[in-house]
């Protein structure tokens, strides 16, 4: 992704893009970009293709949890529908001139660019619900505003199919917590899911807005919401989800304000091996989670092995 071969691809000058855009136009490939039109749309598609990707293995290896073979048949569904997901992001990328193979099958796991709550395992059934009640709530919500607002056609069009099934998963998270949240054990095997899981995903949406570092994403069109309000309509459906089913979460709604405010220290402090937040120890900086982000967590080289072994055993590969 240097400069050079960005500004060989992408033919237009930057103002012939935003004339093309004011146009009401939309971006079809190469011939309607430019080297940072490009190099955006890359970045934004690729942490797309690899959360949906890296969901795959996480999902996995909850699914083995299943009550019953039903279950696991509905897991096996979503599954399939995220390595769908994957492969239409990957499939745009090839097309905007990266090297496919490398990029899912070569590339060091680190590199791999999803959330850092992905890293983190998914050990039991619950755990999984409670992964589709409120992850794939943050893909649908990413997602939506992508679908609404992005100025690269092959990759809207192809969102219509994609938000549909992120419904269906999220619907099959909330499905099982109100069923698991009648019984009082079930409740507490939720909560303490949750109470790891929620502050994964409210760091999911990025650094807050006066942090941002990709601006194109905003001013291009790649997207329409910054990440601090795409947090707060993630919120907007989480938080009175599981106050109506009597779980607890660290937010609520400041009806003076007419947001959602944080209840506890964030960004904070994560230890990944108990899975706990170390909410005592106050508020951090971001330039402290990045570190984690970067390092990446747990489960990172135990996934992507998972997804290339395939590739890296075979000789099926594509003709030179
Ligand atoms: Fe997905
Ligand atoms: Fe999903």
Redesign the pocket.
């Known amino acids: 992704m240097v400069a050079t071969a960005a500004q060989e691809l992408a033919p237009l000058t930057e103002d012939q893009v935003r004339e093309h855009l004011a146009a009401g136009k939309l971006v079809e490939g190469l011939q309607h970009m430019s080297p940072s039109y490009l190099e955006g749309m890359r970045r934004i598609l690729t942490v797309s293709a690899d959360t949906?990707f890296v969901?795959a293995p996480s999902y996995l290896r909850a699914a083995g949890h299943a009550p019953a073979l039903n279950n696991f048949g509905s897991a096996m569904s979503?599954i399939q529908?995220?390595l769908a997901?994957a492969h239409i992001g990957y499939r745009l990328l090839g097309d905007l001139g990266v090297d496919m193979d490398w990029l899912i099958y070569e590339r060091p796991a680190q590199q791999f660019k999803y959330p850092y709550a992905f890293d983190v395992p998914l050990n039991s059934w619950v755990e999984l619900v409670c992964a589709?009640a409120m992850y794939?709530q943050a893909?649908f919500v990413l997602l939506s505003d992508v679908y609404r607002s992005s100025t690269f056609g092959p990759w809207k069009r192809a969102l219509a199919k994609v938000d549909k099934?992120?419904t269906f998963?999220l619907r099959h998270g909330r499905t099982w917590l109100k069923k698991l949240c009648k019984d009082p054990a079930g409740r507490a095997e939720v909560q303490a899911a949750v109470d790891w899981m929620f502050i994964l995903t409210l760091e999911w949406f990025g650094l807050p807005d006066e942090r941002k570092q990709h601006s194109e994403q905003l001013d291009f069109g790649f997207k329409g919401k910054s990440n601090d309000e795409l947090r707060q309509w993630w919120m907007s459906e989480v938080v009175p989800f599981m106050q109506e089913i009597g779980i607890r979460v660290p937010a609520h709604l400041d009806e003076g304000l007419d947001r959602y405010v944080i209840d506890c220290p964030f960004p904070a402090r994560f230890d990944e091996d108990k899975r706990e937040w170390l909410l005592e120890d106050g508020a951090i900086d971001w330039d402290d989670v990045l570190v984690r982000w970067r390092a990446r967590g747990p489960m990172n080289r135990d996934y992507v092995t998972t997804l290339q072994r395939g590739y890296q055993t075979t000789s099926l590969r594509r003709a030179a």
């Open positions: 949906e969901s979503i529908d995220e997901h589709n794939d893909g099934e992120e998963h």
